[in-house]
């Protein structure tokens, strides 16, 4: 039996990916700066930081595998760049030391597709030209280099895995501030989404179990620095976001639209290393993750209001 060590255990990610270890009898072990949340109470739980190396090595003890979430967000990355280097470049380091002292045999790092930067030309693949445009972005990268590098040195297998935009419905029902998640929220009360920035901004929105799917299966490989992007291959503009929205839930609106001068970023994966050596396609439309997104918003407010 596997013994996963997942950082950042309490987050988005973490705990969907958890979730479905834990189905499939999977030991597990947490690790996170925040409390163990409820519905991880089945689970080895450990609170710590990744930016203090004695918590990693403590944490690592005994695992097979680390699967490296933990990190600051793009939000946050802009107003405390430090902290934000610290925890996603230095807690990297920290991470990929302790493994490699404790003969871990795998290490899947999920970077960013925020690394491409404002791509040339679309599709992006894992070899085109890499251009951060944020602070996250940039310490993201940085924990790509260390597990090349790593894995180049010191044998250690790391795989790194390059998320698009990831979206669905969060574990525990929390709200989160990501455009569709506005956006399904906003028309769940009869308001109409507003797109505050450029409507032909594009994204590669990919589900939240597509992405758990891909995580564990680069967790039953060996990697040796290997990059791959983890994305659907399709891009879906901010307008036709929210009118596919609108078209799921039958509201009677329509966007609205506060245009910016923020240049508009278009991102779209080229999925063909996934498929090639992960094995990996995704498999939930936009669609049906946005219905069901719906769905649980709608269970929500119907709680709320009785």
């Given at each position: 039996?596997?013994?996963?060590?997942?950082?950042?255990?309490s987050g988005y990610i973490g705990q969907h990916l958890i979730e479905s270890l834990l189905k499939d009898n999977v030991a597990v072990q947490g690790f996170s700066r925040g409390p163990r949340p409820v519905g991880l109470s089945a689970i080895e739980w450990q609170r710590g930081d990744v930016r203090r190396l004695a918590d990693v090595q403590q944490a690592v003890q005994d695992c097979d595998a680390v699967v490296h979430l933990a990190c600051l967000p793009l939000g946050q990355s802009l107003q405390d760049p430090l902290s934000?280097?610290?925890v996603n470049a230095l807690g990297t380091f920290n991470v990929l030391y302790a493994a490699r002292a404790a003969a871990v045999r795998q290490v899947v790092?999920?970077?960013?597709?925020?690394?491409?930067?404002?791509p040339e030309r679309l599709p992006v693949g894992e070899e085109d030209v890499i251009q951060p445009a944020s602070p996250y972005a940039a310490s993201k990268l940085c924990g790509e280099v260390?597990?090349?590098?790593?894995?180049?040195?010191?044998?250690?297998?790391?795989?790194i895995l390059r998320l698009f935009n990831v979206y669905g419905a969060p574990v525990d029902g929390s709200e989160r501030a990501t455009v569709e998640a506005v956006f399904v929220r906003r028309v769940a009360q009869g308001l109409p989404p507003v797109i505050k920035g450029d409507p032909e901004e594009g994204r590669d929105f990919i589900h939240v179990s597509d992405v758990v799917r891909a995580i564990r299966l680069a967790l039953d490989m060996r990697g040796a620095g290997k990059v791959i992007n983890v994305g659907t291959g399709v891009m879906t503009t901010l307008l036709e976001l929210a009118r596919l929205v609108i078209a799921i839930s039958g509201a009677k609106v329509s966007p609205v639209i506060e245009k910016t001068d923020v240049?508009?970023?278009?991102?779209q994966a080229d999925v063909r290393r996934a498929r090639q050596v992960l094995g990996f396609q995704a498999e939930i439309s936009l669609f049906a993750g946005l219905s069901q997104m719906l769905e649980q918003v709608r269970s929500h407010q119907e709680v709320v209001a009785s």
């Open positions: 039996m596997q013994h996963v060590l997942v950082t950042g255990a934000d280097f610290h790092y999920t970077s960013t597709a925020q690394v491409y930067g404002y260390l597990c090349t590098t790593f894995a180049r040195c010191y044998g250690l297998g790391t795989i240049r508009p970023m278009r991102i």
